[in-house]
């Protein structure tokens, strides 16, 4: 079963979407060829849900990681290859050398250029496969399995010593071009795909870690379900160059984090950070978070920026009514989740907000299998939770006051605030005295 | 000076719509033409702050209405004619020398693409001005419409074209080539006026049609400065069916709506359906209500649906406190303006929000001349501001309870309501069960794991 989350959550946190500025997706998309592109976007779109396969490959990432190996293939040469081996070929040998005489002969009468364009298919197919060929062995150690295992058995074997015959950057004779085409499109063809295949997961594997290098991400460790833990000594926002890195422990004794702080402390940041860090983790990628420890989860959902929905004819009240609802279910089916909802019920009046706030958290809290981070403004919730609950964690992000310019230092502390700076930022603007003027 | 208004407000009255789904715009874009459609998008674009520019238009559409006039034009009619003017190439002009027998015959055999839109486009061209002017002679009689009329003829009389006029059956070779040099060359400015005045005839027209059959009234514009600001009675929103309609009058003693009411009573609903009504009025456009009259104000801004912009690193709140400092910087200019702020503050904590509900509502108040309409669930807001200020509306909108159901009459009342419903509305869709249930069941399943 795959992991869980919906639309909304990667809105949230700006998780997919090739041509979205700031997606995650394209933070990490250095790929050099379309086909890795793809990959990574079928990870993005798959998290994963077995704590051996996630750490098999953060493990690989790793290993990229420390090695600091370049993408040893041209992307043009890729793609010129790609093109020759993806066109079909006659299954008989004779059959097909008849046609590629048949197109020297009309490149020589008429200047046609299909037998040009097989010949430098070919060449470029060759190169790829010498260049992959002095680059195996500098993979040696690597955790990666399968299909890197394939690919070596590959090359070890007699299949690919036809390779050692061809010269670099020679032409190819007739001859020369009937066989080796007849070997790499016919003979060879499935282990042909595993080496696009394999070359594909390197680009992703070296863009990957490249990027975590550059941005100092680190790699976490999964942990079986049963644990119920989500523990990080500095997690930031892995966009935010310079984000405030902050600790954070969730745990069964402790599995709710409730969460307050000004306007602007950076609560909606926070909250991200850990939504696309745990979304990180499950894919196995670097993430944006020292000494990460987490339990597997089956899903993740977030509801930070719900919109109304008036062409449904839903209030923006009845959009997060229906957003909890939602998760609710899934809880309750007994999914161990984690879950993020930002400034719950703020599209009500404050005595509802009070009482919805309050008894929602309660039932939440009570799954102890599942995380739940919870920011409000109604801070008298929280004292009626420190009564209830014992397994509530309380933090703010505080503020400073310098005279009358708020400073904000975006670090987590333990406890409940009732800092609020409104009236001070709609002072700062001045605006008052612009309407009496 | 102009009529304003900004983008984040035809968003949120859905006056263009997003790709083209249902909008403001295509309630009344009945138009036959795509130049009729190009002119209605223009006069949506800019909506009229002068009274009587906006009386004479409304005049004009109210006149069509009444005499129930329909457009005698297709809209193929147009296509000839715009490819044609399109091609302004000196060099394809026909040459009456060239007429030999030679061409003659290669003419009548195959006339090669250009020549043949050439000819079409006059064609049809000629056809258009004879029609027009037979049109005009019908609506002889609209005194409304007269001064375009007028203007229209002006250009169909223009000795130049006396010649198309009078013309009669099929044209000869001879007069397409000397009628082209006249309308794609010479008198181009003036063929090009006329297809204005026929675009605006047809949006003028198609509105009328829309006013018709949705039984839409024609606003009243009164010069500003008045203590009647507006009056308006059966206001509803064009777009929501069986929508309940409404009674509002502002004069300058009360000129604050304090809008309160609870989740889903349709306080943005009816923010919009009066918003709507503005601004159309504001374009001498009919709107969905029974009577209106509206004293002319130089703009209208709403602030119903404000995304926070986290990209550029702007809480909710304080995208809020940008905007209200955006509508602070244009009445500093000494506009009236219609100003619309849907549950003001609602991206920070109740406390702030009180705060500031109540100051920058009381300084809005100082502003006579502007209309404001204000909703919040900060009820608390409502009991200081009745103290502190002489010109403040307060309305709500109610809920009356059938059991556990509650029940929308979607009608204004007088006062401030503590209506709210939101538990209500959680335990009808019985979150705190599911979450309950679900638990018992976990525990069954935990005990099995521990035998």
Known sequence: ?437 | MSFTTDKQTLEDLNIFGKHGGDSIYNIFNRCVTRGGAAVLAELFRYPLADFEAINKRSGIIQSFALAGTSFPFKGADFDAVESYLANTDERSKLTVQENTVARKLTNMIAMDIETQQIYKGVEALVALMKKTQELMEELNENKFYKQENEEIRTILNNPAFTEMNQSRGKLSPTQIADFDVMLRFRYRTLVEKLLQHIFHLDVYLAIAKVANERKFVFPKALPAGQPDLLKLEGVYHPQVKNAVPNNIHVTTDNNVIFLTGANMAGKSTFMKSLSIAMFLAHMGFPVAAQQMEFAVLDGVYTTINLPDNLGMGASHFYAEVLRVKKMAEELQLKKGLFIVFDELFRGTNVKDAYEATIAITSAFAKKRKSIFLISTHIIEAGDVLKEKCSNINFVYLPTRMNGHQPVYTYTLEQGITGDRHGMVIINNEKILEILQNGKKQLRKTTANYGI
Not at chain 1, 1 to 13: A, P, R, S
Not at chain 1, 88 to 115: N, P, V, W
Not at chain 1, 288 to 303: K, Q
Not at chain 1, 335 to 361: C, R, S
Request: hydrophobic share 40%; glycine share 6%.
């Open chain 1, 1 to 437: 079963m795959g992991f869980k989350t919906d639309k909304q959550t990667l809105d949230d946190l700006n998780i997919t979407g090739r041509f979205k500025a700031q997606s995650v997706f394209s933070l990490f998309n250095d790929t050099q060829t379309g086909g890795g592109e793809k990959l990574l976007e079928g990870m993005f779109q798959q998290p994963l849900t077995d704590a051996a396969a996630i750490n098999n490959r953060s493990d690989v990432f790793n290993y990229f990681h420390n090695k600091q190996l370049s993408f040893p293939f041209n992307p043009s040469t890729i793609q010129a290859a790609e093109t020759y081996l993806g066109e079909e070929t006659g299954s008989s040998y004779l059959l097909a050398a008849g046609a590629h005489l048949r197109r020297k002969f009309l490149q020589m009468a008429m200047k046609d250029e299909q037998y040009g364009q097989l010949q430098s298919g070919l060449l470029a197919t060759i190169d790829m496969l010498k260049a992959l060929q002095q680059f195996l062995p500098l993979m040696e150690g690597c955790p990666a399995t399968g299909l890197f295992e394939t690919v070596a058995v590959t090359f070890k074997g007699d299949k690919m010593k036809w390779l050692q015959e061809v010269g670099v950057d020679q032409p190819l004779t007739l001859l020369q071009l009937a066989r080796y085409d007849h070997l790499v499109r016919h003979v060879l063809r499935n282990e042909m795909e595993g080496i696009l295949r394999f070359i594909y997961h390197l680009d992703v594997y070296i863009a990957v870690s490249n990027v975590a290098r550059e941005r100092n991400f680190l790699y976490a460790r999964a942990l079986p379900k049963d644990q119920h833990i989500f523990q990080t000594t500095a997690l930031h926002h892995p966009a935010l160059k310079n984000g405030v890195a902050n600790p954070l422990h969730l745990h069964e004794d402790r599995n709710v984090l409730f969460l307050t702080g000004a306007n602007m402390a950076g609560k909606s940041t926070l909250m991200k950070s850990l939504g696309i860090a745990v979304y990180l983790a499950h894919m196995g990628f670097p993430v944006a978070a020292r000494d990460l420890v987490f339990s597997v989860r089956d899903g993740l959902y977030t509801s930070i920026n719900v919109s109304d929905n008036l062409n449904l004819g839903y209030s923006h009240f009845y959009a997060e009514v229906l957003r909890v609802k939602k998760v609710a279910e899934q809880v309750a089916e007994g999914n161990d989740l984690v879950v993020i909802f930002d400034e719950l019920f703020k599209g009500t009046n404050v005595k509802d907000a009070y009482d919805a706030t309050l008894a929602v958290t309660k039932e939440f809290a009570a799954y102890r299998n599942s995380f739940f981070v919870i920011s409000t403004h109604i801070i008298e919730v929280g004292a009626a939770l420190q009564q209830e609950c014992d397994n509530l964690q309380f933090s703010y992000l505080p503020t400073i006051m310098e005279g009358s310019v708020p400073r904000y230092p975006y670090t987590l502390t333990a406890g409940i605030t009732n800092d609020r700076h409104g009236m001070i930022i709609i002072e700062n603007e001045r605006i008052l005295e612009m309407i009496q003027e």
